[in-house]
Every structure is written in C-alpha cells, then in structure tokens.
C-alpha cells in the first residue's frame, strides 16, 4: 500500500517511522509519503487560504493549492481521504475497507476546511473511470485543529490490517470477532494478589468454556458500565 498524506504540518507525522510501521516501511510492504502542501504555492507569502465566500468565520484552504498538491501524487485505483468533522464516521468497518486500497490520499485540511470543489472535482467521470473514489472522513465528534491527527489514526487502524503489518497475525484473527459483537473482556496477569485484589478466580480454573462465558458477560458488563 501507499500512502500519501498532504499537509501544512509534515513533522506531525514523524511518529509513523517508529515501531511496527518503520518496519513495515523497510520491508516494501508499505510507504508512507508526508507531502508538505506550501510546496505547491507559488506567491511569496506561500498563501494556503483566503476568506470564504457568502462570509463568516475563519479561512478557507484553496482548490488550487490543493488540486496542485493531490495532482502530483494520485494513481488510479486511489481513494483520496479528505479529513473533515462533517466526514463519515470512521470505524473498524471503514479500517477493514481501506485496508485493501491501493493508494490512501490523506487530504488533511486546517482552517474551516478545504474548498468544497477539490472534493466534487476528484469525484468526476474522469475519475471514476480511473477507479479513483473521494470519501470525506471523520473520525469523531470533538474538535481538532485539523485533519493531522486524525489521518494517523486512520493511518494506525489501516496498516495493522495489512498483511505482514502487525507483528501477531494470530491476535488479528481474535480482534476481528470484536467486529462481529464481541466485545473486549477485563484482563489479568501476574501477580495473583496486588494490592489486596486477587484475580477472578474462575481465570484460574481451566475450565474454558466457563472462561469464555464469562469473559462474555463481563465484557457486556463493561461496556455498559462506560455509556456505551
Ligand atoms: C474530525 F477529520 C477532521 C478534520 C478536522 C477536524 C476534525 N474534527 C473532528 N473530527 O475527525 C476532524
């Protein structure tokens, strides 16, 4: 997979070369691309944004700028991300889709956002003829400064899901029951004791079928107990 992320702030993404995904890097599996927006300005000042028409608060980041910037980079077959709280909301769902695509565009805007015609020209004709596909994201109801963040934790969900990605593939398989209603269980481990609590003696049992059953009323348990 490739992916692409365009920005105003490429050293947000630095944490992407530690750990699991430096690796895949090395590997060929994956490439991560951190695409610095100004780079595509041609004034002086290196201008990302201007006032919105009809008014209001706040700027607006502009078609040209990006068009430039997703031009230099989109393949056919890409899904081209655009980061906005008025987005899709992101699940495991959408995490399982993406992780089959061949190219992720993360479009991450700042401001009030990116002109609306930088999304309605990427989903012409022209481009789904290409296999192309604009989806506009969110990845939760707070508010962010802008699309960085939120495009690594898409980044995080998506390339785990890859193949040879995660380290474990064994526990890919376990979480993937979660998609389907299970729900995560309270976990212990050693010590016995700590702090005068002791760990629910049935996960001393060995009795397996016992275990799962109450893992899975604990886990419902939980959920519940946090508003979910
Ligand atoms: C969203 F995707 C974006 C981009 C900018 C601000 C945002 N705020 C809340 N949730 O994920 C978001």
Redesign the pocket.
Known sequence: MRIDAITIFPDYFAPLQLSLLGKAQDGGLLSINVHDLRSQTSDTHHTVDDAPYGGGAGMVMLADVWGRAIDSVIEDGADLII???A?RR?NQELAQELSGARQLIFA??RYE?IDDRVRIHYSQDEYIARNIRVRE???????????EV?SMVMIEAITRLIPGVLGNPLSLAEESHNEEGYLEYPNFTRPQEWRGLEVPPILLSGNHGAIAAWRTSQAKERKESNGN
């Open positions: 980061l906005t709280p987005g992101f991450c805007g956002g994201v969110s990845i939760g109801d707070y508010v962010l400064g802008g699309g939120a």
